[in-house]
Nanobody, 123 residues
Framework: QVQLVESGGGLVQAGGSLRLSCAAS????????MGWFRQTPGKEREFVAAISGGGYTYSGGSVKGRFTISRDNAKNTVYLQMNSLKPEDTALYYC?????????????????WGQGTQVTVSS
């Protein structure tokens, strides 16, 4: 089993920045695919960004050029640096992990999920 705990969410003005962290615990981390997804009430969970065990990164079109995903395997942590935030970025952000078989952009293929951290961007 893998447990994920997100942190770093909060309230920020449009144009500001936040850095989300996802701390992982369990038997394995370095080989896992790690992803960030977001969701608002009544909407489907949306892909934000992902990083493979080999360091390949993926990002959703709505955040490309503004958000950056990275990982520190020594700390068992993945990060999401969020810049130039917009009100439409407001959502509950989830960290997800898979042992390596998932297609990074498909949320239903991830095995483990965190509890989420709220990001609210004021206009």
């Amino acid at each position: 089993q893998v447990q994920l705990v997100e942190s770093g969410g909060g309230l920020v003005q449009a144009g500001g920045s936040l850095r989300l962290s996802c701390a992982a615990s369990g038997r394995t981390f370095s080989t896992y695919v790690m992803g960030w997804f977001r969701q608002t009430p009544g909407k489907e969970r949306e892909f934000v960004a992902a990083i493979s065990g080999g360091g390949y990164t993926y990002s959703g079109g709505s955040v490309k050029g503004r958000f950056t995903i990275s990982r520190d395997n020594a700390k068992n942590t993945v990060y999401l640096q969020m810049n130039s935030l917009k009100p439409e970025d407001t959502a509950l952000y989830y960290c997800a992990a898979d042992r390596g078989t998932a297609t990074p952009v498909r949320p239903y293929e991830y095995e483990y999920w965190g509890q989420g951290t709220q990001v609210t961007v004021s206009s």
